[in-house]
């Protein structure tokens, strides 16, 4: 076997793995699977996280992860899969921050593992074990990867963005005990 057969290979446990996990986590949001709130259950989450529309926002996000997860795994269009998963996973970021780094404490090391993962695959490429080599490559060109990026970094921070401006607006109408009990 050789260091290329080795690449590719290491190329498609990535994105068979990564993919695999960021397609079951938007088929909870989309359907309903895997004991997740589907797009209702999952609309009314989002909305009590912040993310406004809620059922606009879960779509948003089902469709990045389950959507961004399929075309990693199979190596199709991976700048854009990659970049719309990464996108999907700082917003998940953004949610979990508050408490740390570490997942045990609900913090954000789990989302950012996921959507670091995706961002350096849609940068290396899916390797010669994908569909997009085997198409020639026709949604996997060089210019593709800082489009992709650029895109989703605006949709997300617009996103984020508007989430943090609800949630410090919703703040201001709060104030603290002046003494305690």
């Known amino acids: 076997m050789t260091c290329d057969d080795r690449r590719d290979l290491g190329l498609l446990l990535l994105r068979l793995g990564t993919g695999g996990v960021l397609a079951a986590h938007g ?3 989309l359907f309903g699977w895997f004991g997740g709130g589907g797009i209702e259950g999952t609309g009314q989450f989002m909305e009590s996280l912040g ?10 996000a089902g469709l990045a992860e389950a959507g961004g997860g399929v075309l990693l795994a199979l190596g199709l269009a991976t700048p854009a899969a990659g970049a719309a998963a990464a996108g999907a996973m700082a917003g998940a970021s953004a949610v979990h921050a508050p408490n740390g780094f570490f997942n045990q404490e609900g913090g954000f090391e789990y989302a950012a593992s996921l959507g670091l993962t995706a961002a350096g ?4 490429g899916p390797g010669r074990l994908s569909l997009d080599h085997a198409f020639g490559h026709a949604v996997n060109r060089s210019w593709m990867v800082p489009v992709a990026f650029a895109a989703t970094a605006a949709a997300t921070t617009m996103a984020v963005g508007a989430r943090v401006r609800r949630l410090r607006k919703a703040r201001e109408g709060e104030q603290e005990a002046l003494f305690e009990e």
Do not use: I
């Not at 993310?51 to 948003?60: D, L, N």
């Not at 695959?121 to 290396?124: G, H, P, Q």
């Open 27 to 29: 088929a909870q949001k």
């Open 51 to 60: 993310y406004v529309p809620g059922r606009a926002s879960a779509t948003a």
């Open 121 to 124: 695959l849609a940068v290396t």
